[in-house]
């Protein structure tokens, strides 16, 4: 169901005081949160719930508040939760008239409310980002006519990927949805399974690579016989099938896949990952996906970004930032011919 708009009390609590007359009205988040209109969102994403069946959703501000401040302050779904409780700016910012001393909001709900604004409609709050900073004279009209383009990797929370730890990784979640599903296995190697990493590790570390490889073998064994142990118990089943699908695809991935092949996983909660190699001297490889971010090229205020799936090449990058900024910002930039745009991404592969 659509959330409610909350409006003002118009009388005071008589044992509570308001955020507002309690707060330093010079401050950074005190003054932003008057400059975004926060009425957009509730207008654009309004159309995204149910109008009239279900739980009301929390308030549009108060979702959007927070995802500002998770990218702002470089905190995780969970950090900017619990640290919203704790500061009275934070909770001014998305909305609240008093002081809250409860969490406002399970962490797992700020992921869902990202799959269901899309990517449009985090377009859309970068552009209020934008119509803020120009309320606000942060930058101005002329300082949109030219723009720096950068591309890097944006790196997933994803320790240092290694087989022994992946196999062991996978064989885990697949017996734990076992138990959930009530499925019973054969054998889980619950014992064996953490043994023979262990070791791998161990052996590797005293660069006993023989050693290590015979561990990494019996991991893979282990895993491979969970996998056709499932495939067996649920044969007959669709609807389990259905639910194992996912996790048998990882599993089976991660059974074929070698050393020297080009897309192979590195993270099983995250398999779009994927190992980059930008030329950095004190990092030789990055695990993410590669992100093209742009900023006005005076006043290096960030006006648009987007994540690129698949490594591709720099230069063939720019076309696609380009056609984002005149799409949502139509009202700033100057439209692009195509003619230009190429001419740019020559000049871009000319300095290279």
């Known amino acids: 169901m659509r959330p409610k708009t909350s409006e003002p009390s118009p009388s005071s ?10 707060l330093d009205q010079h401050h950074e988040l005190y003054r932003l949160a008057e ?3 926060w009425n957009v969102f509730d207008t654009t994403f309004g159309e995204l719930y149910c109008p009239d069946n279900g739980c009301p959703a929390k308030a549009t501000r108060l979702m959007v508040g927070l995802q500002y401040l998770k990218h702002t302050y470089g905190l995780s779904d969970e950090e900017v939760v619990m640290r919203w409780v704790e500061n009275p700016y934070w909770q001014y910012f998305c909305g609240e008239e008093y002081f809250q001393h409860q969490m406002p909001i399970d962490p797992s709900s700020m992921s869902r409310f990202r799959g269901r604004i899309g990517e449009s409609g985090c377009e859309k709050i970068l552009q209020v980002t934008v119509d803020a900073g120009l309320s606000s004279k942060t930058i101005k009209r002329n300082d949109l006519k030219r723009v720096t383009v950068d591309t890097t990797v944006q790196e997933k929370a994803v320790s240092f990927p290694t087989d022994s730890k992946l196999l062991n990784r996978s064989r885990g979640r697949l017996v734990k949805l076992c138990r959930k599903q009530g ?3 054969r054998q889980n190697y ?10 791998a590790n161990r052996y590797a570390h005293a660069r006993q690579m023989r050693r290590m490889r015979r561990q990494v073998r019996k991991l893979r064994t282990y895993l491979g016989r969970v996998v056709r142990d499932i495939e067996r118990k649920i044969a007959d089943y669709p609807g389990q099938q259905a639910i194992f699908a996912d996790e048998l695809a990882l599993a089976k991935r991660l059974l074929t896949q070698k050393k020297t092949d080009s897309k192979k996983i590195y993270s099983l909660h995250a398999p779009e990952v994927e190992c980059i190699s930008k030329g950095k001297a004190h990092k030789r490889y990055e695990f993410g996906v590669k992100a093209s971010i742009a900023a006005t090229h005076r006043s290096n205020f960030l006006v648009g970004g987007m994540a690129l799936p698949g490594n591709p090449f720099d230069g063939h990058n720019l076309r696609l930032i380009l056609r984002q900024l005149r799409f ?3 009202g700033y930039w100057t439209p692009l011919s ?3 745009v190429a001419r740019t991404l020559w000049d871009v592969q000319d300095l290279w």
């Open 35 to 37: 400059l975004i209109d």
């Open 338 to 340: 195509g003619q230009n």
């Open 328 to 330: 949502f910002g139509s």
């Open 190 to 199: 619950a014992r064996k399974g953490p043994e023979a990493l262990l070791l």
């Open 183 to 185: 499925v019973v296995l």
């Open 13 to 22: 609590d008589l044992f509570r005081n308001r955020l507002a007359n309690l």
